[in-house]
């Protein structure tokens, strides 16, 4: 059975840093693209950051671009997000996302529950 | 990028009833890239369908998609209570991948 276990969020203020992990289990990690997917309160879905399965290729949504860094060890099947320069408008739930492929160009067809990362003063 | 727009907003019908929900692109979607899925308050997505019309595993029979370019549509024949839910249409096979805003269907 697939699982994906978040960690890391909470409240940080504007400026500040924050870095999510999400724990995988049930398949061959390293063979899967990975994803981070964002949700603000009440709103719609946003990607925000790919890994290729073997770490070697990212990509970023323009929002945090600079800002966010994804990286993946394969070691310990789990993935990372790496937030700086938090913006209030960072708020949301980061899910973790397994791609369906070793590429970003897939479908995400597991995701984990999710993790609530607030920036307020 | 290629933005996805779903209609309509909310969709509101009675348990048994049909539901058509639309997501029409701004450009066409490559190879039918078109996946959907399904979110209840508090809770992740769930994948529904991929390839515009391959049901994901353990997706009801009730469950269908169809469609290909810019417009794609999920189809639900036969509405069951636990149905009731946000919608959302998501293509992959251009960079970066985007969702649309999503479908609310509630009940009547």
């Known amino acids: 059975e697939v699982q994906l276990v978040e960690s890391g969020g909470g409240l940080v203020q504007p400026g500040g840093s924050l870095r999510l992990s999400c724990a995988a289990s049930?398949?061959?990690?390293?063979?899967?693209?990975m994803s981070w997917v964002r949700q603000a309160p009440g709103k719609g879905l946003e990607w925000v950051s790919p890994?290729?399965?073997?770490?070697?290729?990212?990509y970023y949504a323009d929002s945090v671009k600079g800002r966010f860094t994804i990286s993946r060890d394969n070691s310990k099947n789990t993935l990372y997000l790496q937030m700086n320069s938090l913006r209030v408008e960072d708020t949301a739930v980061y899910y973790c996302?397994?791609?369906?492929?070793?590429?970003?160009?897939?479908?995400?067809?597991?995701w984990g529950q999710g993790t609530l990362v607030t920036v307020s003063s | 990028e290629i933005v996805l727009t779903q209609s309509p907003g909310t969709l509101s019908l009675s348990p048994g009833e049909r539901a058509t929900l639309s997501c029409r692109a701004s450009?066409?979607?490559?190879?039918?890239?078109l996946g959907w899925y399904q979110q209840k308050p508090g809770q992740a997505p769930r994948l529904l369908i991929y390839?515009?019309?391959s049901r994901a595993t353990g997706i009801p029979d009730r469950f269908s998609g169809s469609g290909s370019g810019t417009d794609f549509t999920l189809t639900i024949s036969s509405l069951e209570p636990e149905d009731f839910a946000v919608y959302y249409c998501?293509?992959?096979?251009?960079?970066?991948?985007?969702f649309g805003q999503g479908t609310k269907l509630e009940t009547k």
């Open positions: 049930g398949f061959t990690f390293s063979t899967y693209a």
């Open positions: 998501q293509q992959y096979g251009s960079s970066p991948p985007t």
């Open positions: 450009q066409s979607v490559s190879s039918s890239y």
């Open positions: 996302a397994k791609v369906s492929s070793s590429s970003w160009r897939g479908y995400f067809d597991y």
């Open positions: 390839g515009a019309s």
């Open positions: 890994i290729s399965g073997s770490g070697t290729s990212t």
